[in-house]
Nanobody, 119 residues
């Protein structure tokens, strides 16, 4: 059974930083593509950042809204993916979700962690 457990959300002032973590179990972590999504109230869930599997080079990709401020990384030894968020803005306020895509195309989601940025 694949499980994803996010942590690290919270309340921060604009300009501050947070680091989200997503611990994954039940799957061969290094073979999976990983991603972070977010969903603000009244809006659709959107992709924030992604990173390919190690076999595919661990290539990262970011949405234009977070490029230069957020960094996605993975620790394969700990089966954990991180999202370092710097220079946070009030519009970054959302529930952040971790996402796994296995080599066979199965998709799994975490329960989400709330990030609130005050102005």
């Amino acid at each position: 059974q694949v499980q994803l457990v996010e942590s690290g959300g919270g309340l921060v002032q604009a300009g501050g930083s947070l680091r989200l973590s997503c611990a994954v179990s039940g799957t061969l972590f290094s073979r999976n593509a990983m991603a972070w999504y977010r969903q603000a109230p009244g809006k659709q869930r959107e992709s924030v950042a992604s990173i390919t599997s190690i076999i595919r080079g661990g290539i990262t990709n970011y949405s234009d809204s977070v490029k230069g401020r957020f960094t996605i990384s993975r620790d394969n030894a700990k089966s954990t993916v991180f999202l370092q968020m710097n220079s946070l803005k009030p519009e970054d306020t959302a529930v952040y979700y971790c996402n796994v895509v296995t080599p066979l195309g199965s998709i799994y989601w975490g329960q989400g962690t709330q990030v609130t940025v005050s102005s």
